[in-house]
């Protein structure tokens, strides 16, 4: 008899269980669609501004519509700069997730941000950190984080996030580092996200061709500019950065609950699957004691004959 | 028909508009643009004003612009802005509240200044868009 109340007790657990991490998988898919929308309305806006910094620097940079000389050097703004000033001194920014069950999500990113560290063990790098899984990871390993902002949360505010990249930006003005990286988990579709290091500064250009499918030179030298290239890119450029950044967190978001969702999905069903098998291994049990009962009574009888 | 072209709005919380147009009236960082088809390519910095959308049909959009960008390319005009806000979204009473606590609002630092500066235009725009609506 005890060992069919075993069973039973397990069983309990497991079907407990199995509702705790059905609950959390939908929770995670409802999540993920609303925080799909916003990522996916983004990026017309992301894609425009792209091809519009392709466009200009290919203007200011071949002196179109630049009256005077140091305005035509529209590829040497600060923030497109890349020479070293300060011994190669890094910054690398790690956006992980706050909470677990979301499988091996942490466990990509972090493994991703420590091939970074490897490649650039000549440099200092400092590490900054979203997410609490990364804080309690490089805590456990002994590497010491910069800054925890644990203010952005899975629903990252963009006023947050423009502080964030404000403030790179002015260290990198400054000199402080020379390169501002990011390691996130990019969202390419539903079934697939990748963890990307993506440069955020200096900036890398992109590819005006690309975006052009006639000749750059041709197209940019017929624009009117107000104001100058050279100035339009002074404003244009630290709004790329931040809207990057931008892109990196909410891309971030929609893998993670992607992960959490399939994670759970898999849970589940792991946990439908020993519910049944621990079903049919306490309908076994009960069978054997009602047997053995059975057996016992009977021999009884026929002792008393 | 008068010749129309295509024009484009997002922002960067959606695409809010993406339809044939026949004349737009941009509010560019130095004053009031007028753009019509065969405009020769242009790029420019948007303030923070009104923006007017005329459809070849008759009857005209308008939407409130906060900063941005504005792309005319081979008879496209991409608008890039921060915030658009459409006319029928516009309270009068939200936008004079809005005024009056940026007018009451005193700025300590540079930069609630340049805050400040800004709501007080944007309050301005979205007032003068309700004040005139009807009459576009």
Same mark, same amino acid.
């Given at each position: ?305 | ?6 024009c484009t709005l997002v922002t960067?919380?959606q695409?809010v508009f993406?339809e044939?147009v026949?004349?737009v009236s941009i509010p ?18 948007l303030?923070q004003g009104v923006l007017r959308l ?6 005209t959009q308008r939407f409130y612009v906060g900063?941005g960008?504005a ?8 608008l890039?802005a921060e915030e658009a806000v459409p006319e029928d979204q516009v309270?009068? $009473?939200? /936008?004079?509240?809005? #005024? @009056? ?19 007080? $235009?944007r /309050?301005?725009a979205m #007032? @003068?868009l309700s ?5 576009a």
């Amino acid at each position: 008899m005890g060992k069919t109340q075993e069973i039973k007790g397990r069983m309990k657990a497991v079907a407990s269980i199995k509702r705790i991490t059905k609950t959390m998988q939908m929770i995670a898919t409802a999540k993920f669609q609303a925080s799909q929308r916003p990522a996916m309305a983004a990026r017309p806006y992301t894609e425009k501004i792209a091809e519009l910094v392709g466009e200009l620097t290919a203007a200011a940079g071949a002196g179109g519509g630049a009256g005077d000389g140091d305005a035509a050097g529209g590829f040497d703004h600060p923030l497109l700069r890349t020479t070293a000033k300060n011994n190669g001194r890094q910054l690398l920014l790690v956006l992980s997730s706050n909470r677990g069950m979301c499988g091996a999500y942490n466990a990509n990113i972090l493994r991703t941000a420590n091939a970074f560290l490897k490649d650039h063990a000549e440099q200092d790098v400092d590490i900054e950190v979203v997410g609490k899984k990364a804080v309690s990871y490089f805590r456990f390993v002994g590497t010491e984080i910069q800054a925890h902002h644990s203010h952005i949360t899975d629903t990252p505010d963009a006023d947050d996030v423009h502080r964030l990249a404000d403030g790179y930006m002015e260290q990198f003005l400054a000199g402080k580092y020379d390169a501002v990286s990011v390691v996130y988990m990019a969202y390419e579709s539903a079934s697939r996200q990748k963890p990307t290091v993506v440069r955020l500064l200096p900036m890398e250009l992109p590819q005006a061709d690309e975006a052009d499918d006639t000749t750059t030179a041709t197209t940019t030298a017929d624009y009117d500019f107000s104001p100058e290239p050279a100035e339009l890119l002074g404003d244009l450029l630290p709004l790329t950065v931040r809207v990057r950044l931008l892109q990196c967190f909410r891309e971030g978001v929609v893998s993670e609950h992607i992960a959490r969702m399939v994670a759970m999905k898999s849970a589940t069903d792991a946990a439908g699957k020993m519910g049944k098998q621990l079903t049919r291994t306490y309908n076994r049990a009960r069978q054997a004691a009602i047997t053995t009962e059975l057996s016992e009574i009977i021999s009884g009888a026929a002792a008393l004959e | 028909m008068p010749d129309s072209f295509r024009c484009t709005l997002v922002t960067p919380k959606q695409q809010v508009f993406d339809e044939q147009v026949s004349y737009v009236s941009i509010p560019s960082w130095d004053g009031q643009v007028g753009l019509m088809s065969k405009r020769a390519p242009l790029v420019t910095k948007l303030g923070q004003g009104v923006l007017r959308l005329a459809s070849p049909q008759g009857g005209t959009q308008r939407f409130y612009v906060g900063g941005g960008f504005a792309q005319m390319k081979r008879g496209t005009l991409s608008l890039v802005a921060e915030e658009a806000v459409p006319e029928d979204q516009v309270q009068h $009473t939200d /936008a004079k509240a809005a #005024l @009056a606590e940026a007018q009451a609002f005193k700025p300590r630092t540079e930069e609630d200044f340049t805050k400040n500066q800004r709501d007080l $235009t944007r /309050a301005r725009a979205m #007032l @003068a868009l309700s004040d005139t609506r009807g009459d576009a």
